[in-house]
């Protein structure tokens, strides 16, 4: 039974260029939902996607962006990118609706941008 | 609006000491759930725990162990014998329930754990 993964696994960018981030869920999940981790801190969520919709957003700029696509994986993008954007990026996937539903996380992206 | 606090930033033990995180959370619903991650130097996080609010029964999952107490507003976490492969940061969390699901994992900043041989 795959986890949850995500690809790539490391990116270097520029300042502002943009970027894309992919995420498969785990079987069986309909739920995917993104977090940023800036070094030495806790995540923070962006959004969340359910039946190719967002459904919930955290505190993040428009220029962060998602999708997600008929078999539940999803994108996340970033447009002009800022030297703050540089952190590990987290997709975790469940299932909705749950009450306390456990979220699966994946390996992450680690974006550093120059 | 919900927080999670964990005040140590890092511990060091010696191997098969015992250790103890401590994680705070204010919240104002009265269902609630509380979650503890494992990251190890790879980045992943690891489930380890869910408790509910209505629950407040510790756990133990074999050298794992889990305090949560209301009245305080904590759910600290117990590692009995601590060993090497422990080390890693620790992050507690919290979700509320909305809608037809939760809200998103608030976490705490984690606490980083070293255990040395």
């Given at each position: 039974d795959a986890g949850v993964t995500q690809s790539p696994t490391h990116l270097i960018k520029t300042r502002g260029q943009q970027v894309t981030l992919r995420c498969s869920p785990k079987s069986g999940h309909d739920t995917v939902s993104w977090y940023q981790q800036a070094l030495g801190q806790g995540p923070q969520f962006i959004f969340q996607y359910y039946e190719e919709e967002e459904r919930q957003r955290g505190n993040?700029?428009?220029r962060f962006s998602g999708h997600q696509f008929p078999n539940y994986s999803s994108e996340l993008n970033v447009n002009a990118?800022?030297?703050?954007?540089?952190a590990l990026y987290l997709c975790a996937s469940s299932l909705i609706p749950g009450q306390g539903y456990e979220q699966f996380f994946g390996p992450g992206t680690r974006l550093t941008v120059l | 609006a919900q927080k999670v606090t964990q005040a140590q930033t890092e511990i060091s033990v010696v191997e098969k000491e015992d250790v103890t995180l401590d994680c705070v959370y204010e919240t104002r619903d009265t269902t609630y759930y509380l979650f503890w991650y494992k990251q190890p130097p790879s980045g992943e996080l690891v489930f380890l725990i869910r408790r509910n609010s209505f629950d407040e029964q510790n756990e133990i999952s074999g050298r794992y162990s889990w305090n949560f107490q209301k009245s305080t507003s904590s759910f600290n976490f117990t590692i009995t014998?601590?060993?090497?492969?422990?080390?890693a940061v620790y992050f507690c969390a919290l979700s509320e329930p909305w809608n037809s699901g939760n809200t998103p994992l608030v976490f705490g900043k984690g606490t980083r754990l070293s255990v040395i041989a």
């Open positions: 993040f700029p428009d990118l800022l030297l703050g954007d540089s | 014998a601590s060993q090497v492969v422990d080390s």
